[in-house]
């Protein structure tokens, strides 16, 4: 992957949400599955973290995306603009969770599985 500078890095997202819903792993396969419930940090109104610089101290695995760790994410979203990059593979799909989810505040932990989600455009 060619190289790219903290800002060209930071403008491939194109800030769709997608990563920052709760996904649930099922142990015996490793299959991870995404739900329409949303990291709490998360504002839907600008769309972006509202912790951003201390992500990864609040939030344990909310991982930083790097040119060195895009290719080992296999459990993105499929419609992630640095998933798509490593890939090579552009799709037309744009969309984000905006007006779709529930923040995690909101859900209980035992009922998270109720909000497993199978959206075509994930
Ligand atoms: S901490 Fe921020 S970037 Fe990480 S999952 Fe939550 S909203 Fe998304
Ligand atoms: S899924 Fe990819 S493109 Fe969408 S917000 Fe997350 S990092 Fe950005």
Redesign the pocket.
Known sequence: MKSYTKEEWEK?????????LIKLEDEDTGDVYYTDVVCRYFDEET?SCTVYDKRCELVPTCLK?SPENVDKLSW??Q?????ELFEKNPSAIKT?IKGRVISETEVKVDELEDHIIDWEDL
Do not use: D, S, V
């Open positions: 491939i997202c194109r800030h769709c949400g997608k990563c920052c769309m995306l993105m979203p419609t992630c603009a640095y998933r984000t």
